[in-house]
């Protein structure tokens, strides 16, 4: 069975960090690209970041170069991403994705988990 589960999401200030993580089973982890996609209020999903198979390269949207990182452990089958300097248009739900393709569409990735929240005040 196929699963991704984010956590390390919550409530912090602006300008605080998080590092969010996303836990893989039920598939090859290390033979698929990985994602961080979030979901802000009103908006549609939207991506932010993957990182390759090996780990070796990371591509990241304009609002999250400089910001935020994207890892991977593929020893214990997980991802993360480190979100520094958090912003209160950051507040959304974050999710981890597995695909092959180096892709910003959401249609080709093919498992997703369900989500942490993540709140930032001002």
């Known amino acids: 069975q196929v699963q991704l589960v984010e956590s390390g999401g919550g409530l912090v200030q602006a300008g605080d960090s998080l590092r969010l993580s996303c836990a893989a089973s039920?598939?090859?982890?290390?033979?698929?690209?990985m994602g961080w996609w979030r979901q802000t209020p009103g908006n549609e999903r939207e991506y932010i970041a993957r990182?390759?198979?090996?780990?070796?390269?990371?591509q990241y949207s304009n609002f999250a170069e400089g910001r935020f990182t994207i890892s991977r452990d593929n020893a214990k089958n997980m991802v993360y991403l480190q979100m520094n300097n958090l912003r209160p248009e950051d507040t959304g739900v974050y999710f981890c994705?597995?695909?092959?393709?180096?892709?910003?569409?959401?249609?080709?990735?093919?498992?997703w988990g369900p989500g942490t929240q993540v709140t930032v005040s001002s």
């Open positions: 039920g598939f090859p982890f290390s033979d698929y690209r």
């Open positions: 990182v390759t198979q090996a780990g070796s390269s990371e």
């Open positions: 994705a597995a695909g092959f393709l180096p892709s910003t569409n959401p249609t080709h990735y093919f498992y």
